[in-house]
């Protein structure tokens, strides 16, 4: 069982940038893979990184490419996910979650409660 807890949301204008933490807890941080999702009202969840144990390999969406940045410290047990160049279409409540696939995942079966995100105009 992973428990996953997201921090660093906030209200930023456009342009800003904010930096997500989620950390996990357990021993076994470092054999987990990590993603960030997020989901605006009214819209459904969407992939936004995700990066694999080791922290070697990286995934992005197309929209958020060149913005935002993910990264993890095992040592912390913390991923994060480094934001800059908000706009406002990238209000949305932010997710991270966890799965044991070994790379980057598909699928994944742990999940934190989410931090909010807002950009205004």
């Known amino acids: 069982q992973v428990q996953l807890v997201e921090s660093g949301g906030g209200l930023v204008q456009a342009g800003g940038s904010l930096r997500l933490s989620c950390a996990a807890s357990?021993?076994?941080?470092?054999?987990?893979?990590m993603g960030w999702f997020r989901q605006a009202p009214g819209k459904e969840r969407e992939f936004v990184a995700a990066?694999?144990?080791?922290?070697?390999?990286?995934s992005y969406a197309d929209s958020v490419k060149g913005r935002f940045t993910i990264s993890r410290d095992n040592a912390k047990s913390t991923v994060y996910l480094q934001m800059n160049s908000l706009k406002p279409e990238d209000t949305a409540v932010y997710y991270c979650?966890?799965?044991?696939?070994?790379?980057?995942?598909?699928?994944?079966?742990?999940w934190g409660q989410g931090t909010q995100v807002t950009v205004s105009s």
């Open positions: 979650a966890s799965d044991q696939c070994g790379s980057i995942c598909l699928k994944y079966d742990y």
């Open positions: 357990g021993r076994t941080f470092s054999s987990y893979s």
């Open positions: 990066i694999n144990w080791s922290g070697g390999r990286t």
